[in-house]
C-alpha cells in the first residue's frame, strides 16, 4: 500500500507545479547570493586598490620630505660655497628635480583627504622654494659669499615649512 500511496503522489501534476516554484525560489535565492558575494568580493578588492594607490602617493610626498630633511642637515652646516657647489653637482641636484617631477606630477585630488592636500601643497611649494633659492645662488657671479649666506638662511626656512607641512600630513593619514 505504501508504493501505491508514493506513486499517486508523484503522479500528481500539483505536486509538479509546486516543485517548480520551490526549484525557481531557491534558483533565484542561489542567483542573489552569488551576486552578494561577488559584490562584496569587488568591494574589498576596490578598497585594497585604493589603499595601495594611497599609499604610492603617500610614499612620493614622504620621499620629497625625506629628502629636504637631509638636505636641511647639510645646509645647517653652511658648507663653503664651493663644497655646497659640488655636492650640489654629485648628489642634490637629481633629488631636488626628482622631487620636484614627482611631485607635480601627483594627482594631488587623488589623496584622499583636505587635510593630506594642503600638507602636499605645502610641501611642494616649499620644494619648488627651495630649488628656485638655490639655482640663484648658484647662478650668481658677485658675491658668493654672501649669497650663499642668505640662500642658507631662506632655504632653512623652506626646510622648516616643509618639515611642519609633513608632520601635519603624516597626522592626517588614515590610522
Not at 44 to 60: M, P
Amino acid at each position: 500500500m505504501s508504493w501505491e500511496v508514493f506513486i499517486g503522489v508523484i503522479g500528481n501534476p500539483i505536486l509538479a507545479y509546486w516543485v517548480q516554484a520551490v526549484g525557481s525560489i531557491a534558483s533565484i535565492w542561489g542567483a542573489f547570493a552569488v551576486g552578494r558575494s561577488q559584490q562584496k568580493s569587488q568591494s574589498i578588492e576596490a578598497a585594497k586598490a585604493a589603499r595601495d594607490r594611497t599609499d604610492s602617493l603617500v610614499a612620493v610626498v614622504e620621499s620629497a620630505a625625506s629628502f629636504i630633511e637631509v638636505l636641511g642637515t647639510f645646509v645647517q652646516k653652511k658648507p663653503h660655497p664651493y663644497l655646497f657647489k659640488e655636492h650640489w653637482k654629485l648628489v642634490n641636484r637629481q633629488w631636488l628635480e626628482s622631487s620636484v617631477f614627482s611631485l607635480s606630477h601627483l594627482p594631488a585630488h587623488e589623496l584622499g583627504s583636505g587635510e593630506l592636500v594642503r600638507g602636499y601643497f605645502g610641501i611642494f611649494g616649499g620644494v619648488k622654494d627651495i630649488s628656485r633659492l638655490i639655482d640663484g645662488a648658484l647662478s650668481s657671479d658677485a658675491f658668493k659669499e654672501q649669497e650663499f649666506e642668505c640662500m642658507y638662511f631662506e632655504v632653512l626656512k623652506q626646510v622648516r615649512i616643509v618639515e611642519s607641512n609633513w608632520f601635519h600630513f603624516k597626522q592626517a593619514l588614515p590610522k
